[in-house]
């Protein structure tokens, strides 16, 4: 059983926009045990996604009891404000914000750490992954939003409040001038995430002047699918899509420099041949070299572990 394991474990969770994750970590990185529900949709408030988190804790806590336990890391899709201890304003969740640190630190009498999802996978991926031993490196993360985590010269870089790196509001395309959640205009998250791909493809049918094979509009990994099955233009749709998401890594190149980006997400994780078939092959760097580019090989966890490792080793992973 967990509560025998002389290591010490971590709760971590991931508090996404489309789920929620919680696992009971072991120092070394083992995942002793996880759950995961979806993420409240239109919640009232964020009471009900605080007792969400609050339930998943419940039933990732080791036998024994919580005498082994740490503390909770908490990855939460951002804007975060680390000094309050509080998701922001996120374009994914309607809530004008989500306290957490205060109120899982009384619910469970343990240390709190809350994070940016994207610099705890970041972490994660020093700790555990590709990014261990690399002092400059881009963890790139493409699910139903967008964002990065970015480590210079062994140091993760956070910013004034902890959302360093948020890529996904980089601007990548002009040409549909499509809408972003934050209420921007051609940003790389409004036409690349898995949110507003769908909405992309709307459009852009709309600009050619093709019908959709679609009586309904589509979700992101149905396009994916079609694509695959040889729909004519849903691939050509697709081939426009992976030169937008090859402008948004040239960015990152143009910007961090790095050493190597790993790129993680579901919407990468589901569809990498479509990545390396339509994306990598236009991404660009300014000064001529370029970084490895690769998937996490931390099978979508990388968040998760990195949340854990806060517990243990703080922001600041040696």
């Avoid at 045990?33 to 339930?55: N, R």
């Avoid at 940003?187 to 009586?215: D, L, M, N, T, V």
Wanted: contains cysteine.
């Amino acid at each position: 059983m967990p509560s025998s394991n002389p290591q010490p474990t971590a709760i971590a969770v991931d508090l996404g926009a489309t789920n929620i994750r919680a696992g009971l970590v072991r120092r070394d990185g083992r995942i002793l045990a996880q759950a995961s529900i979806q993420t409240p949709q239109c919640p009232k408030d964020a009471e009900v996604i605080v007792e969400s988190l609050g339930g998943l804790i419940h039933r990732t806590i080791p036998g024994g009891g919580m005498a082994s336990v740490a503390g909770i890391g908490v990855s939460a899709a951002g804007p975060v404000d680390l000094v309050q201890g509080m998701v922001i304003h996120p374009p994914n969740i309607a809530l004008p914000s989500i306290p957490l640190v205060a109120p899982l630190e009384e619910r469970f009498q343990l240390p709190v750490h809350l994070m940016n999802d994207c610099h705890a996978g970041a972490i994660g991926e020093r700790a555990f992954g590709a990014g261990c031993g690399v002092a400059n490196f881009v963890y790139l993360t493409i699910s139903t939003g967008i964002g990065a985590g970015v480590f210079e010269q062994g140091r993760l870089l956070q910013g004034e409040e902890g959302n360093f790196a948020e890529v996904g509001h980089f601007l990548v395309e002009t040409t549909w001038n499509l809408p972003c959640g934050c209420g921007g205009r051609g940003h790389w998250e409004g036409c690349g995430s898995g949110r507003f791909i769908p909405a992309f493809f709307q459009e852009w049918c709309h600009s050619k002047g093709y019908h959709s094979p679609f009586i309904s509009m589509p979700d992101a990994a149905t396009l994916f699918t079609a694509a695959g099955s040889g729909d004519p233009i849903v691939s050509e749709f697709l081939a426009v899509l992976g030169r937008i998401q090859a402008n948004g890594i040239s960015l990152l190149i143009a910007a961090y420099d790095p050493g190597i980006i790993l790129l993680d997400g579901s919407v990468v994780r589901n569809n990498w041949q479509h990545f390396e078939q339509f994306s990598l092959p236009h991404v660009r760097s300014v000064s001529g070299r370029m970084p490895k580019i690769r998937m996490s090989p931390l099978g979508g966890y990388a968040p998760l572990l990195g949340a854990a490792s806060c517990v243990f080793d703080g922001t600041m992973i040696p």
